[in-house]
């Protein structure tokens, strides 16, 4: 049975940051589903204006972090801002890193690392401008486009998918 992947997003994730992991993941055998806090789907935001919309698998209320084998966090700004107001969503963040699953979050997606209490501890990396809250936090932040802490794999931006997707599937071999 090929390892599941739960992407948790919302209206607002940038757009390559959830389709272009989605694919890789997808493309490498694994069970890829979106979890959204909303069903029907989702859209995405694409540099300067809305991008395409994306089906959602599974809402977040009905979602079981104990039925996914590693978490994926994209970013955009509206995306991870609105789901670490939702405390379902850093419950489901939490159950991830508790249970020493994979959680993988890129851009502004290690906000809900903050949020959930994940970050504390960790060698990071993020958008810099997501630099002082994961420091304030209590992560070590380092420019790099990809970090692996532990269960723990962060990335800065787009340009660093294929390095942030690489990690993800690695750490699932």
Not at 108 to 131: D, F, I, N, Y
Not at 139 to 157: H, Y
Request: aromatic fraction near 6%.
């Amino acid at each position: 049975m090929a390892k599941r992947i739960a992407i948790l997003a919302t209206d607002g994730f940038e757009q390559s940051e959830l389709t272009g992991p989605r694919d890789g993941l997808k493309a490498a055998g694994f069970d890829v589903q979106v979890i959204s806090p909303k069903g029907g789907e989702i859209k995405g935001w694409k540099h300067t204006d809305w991008g395409d919309a994306v089906p959602v698998d599974l809402e977040l209320s009905k979602a079981n972090a104990d039925d996914y084998d590693a978490l994926v966090l994209p970013g955009g700004q509206m995306n991870p801002d609105s789901l670490r107001m939702q405390p379902a969503a850093g419950d489901f963040v939490r159950a991830f890193a508790d249970g020493g699953k994979t959680v993988a979050a890129i851009c502004h997606g290690p906000w809900l690392l903050v949020e959930s209490g994940v970050a504390k501890g960790r060698e990071v990396t993020s958008w810099p401008s997501v630099k002082t809250d994961l420091v304030n936090a209590g992560a070590k932040w380092t420019d790099a486009p990809v970090v692996v802490d532990g269960n723990i794999i962060t990335s800065r931006k787009p340009d660093d998918i294929p390095a942030f997707t690489d990690a993800v599937i690695k750490a699932l071999q």
